[in-house]
C-alpha cells in the first residue's frame, strides 16, 4: 500500500524531499534482512525467499517460497507429485544446513533421510 503526502505546510522541496520510504542496500544504510542460508531477497518486495527445490515452481510462486508463510498442495487421487516436492524441498534443506523436522503418516523419518543420502544417526 503507498501513500502520498499532499500539502501539509511544506514548500514544494520539502515535498519532494519528505518520504516515509527508506532506500535499502550500500547507499541508504544496508539490508535489514537477516541472513540465512539457502534464502535470498525477493526482488518485488524485499521478503526472503527460500527455493522450493524445484525452479520451475519456485518461477511459477514469484521466486520461492516467502520465509515464515505455509504452502498447502493438493493433488488428486492418482497424482504422486506431493511425495516429489516433499523429498525436494527436504533436500534443498538439507544443502543448506537447515534443520528438518520430517513428519509423515506413510514413512518412516529415517527411510526418507536415507533416500535423501543421510543416515538418519547423523539427524537424531
Known amino acids: 500500500m503507498a501513500a502520498l503526502a499532499t500539502g501539509g505546510g511544506l514548500t514544494g522541496s520539502e515535498r519532494a524531499t ?57 493433488e488428486d487421487t492418482y497424482g504422486i507429485y506431493s511425495n516429489l516436492l516433499f523429498k525436494h524441498f527436504l533436500a534443498e534443506g538439507v544443502v543448506c544446513g537447515h534443520n528438518l523436522f520430517i513428519a509423515s503418516d506413510k514413512e518412516e523419518p529415517s527411510d526418507i533421510l536415507k533416500v535423501l543420502g543421510k543416515e538418519s544417526s547423523s539427524w537424531n
Open 18 to 74: 519528505t518520504t516515509s520510504f527508506q532506500r535499502k542496500g550500500p547507499d541508504g544504510g544496508g539490508s535489514r534482512l537477516a541472513f540465512v542460508p539457502g534464502t535470498r531477497p525477493s526482488v518485488r518486495h524485499g521478503q526472503l525467499l527460500l527455493s522450493s527445490g524445484l525452479p520451475s515452481l519456485d518461477n511459477v510462486l514469484g521466486g520461492g517460497l516467502a520465509v515464515g508463510t505455509l504452502l498447502l498442495l493438493e
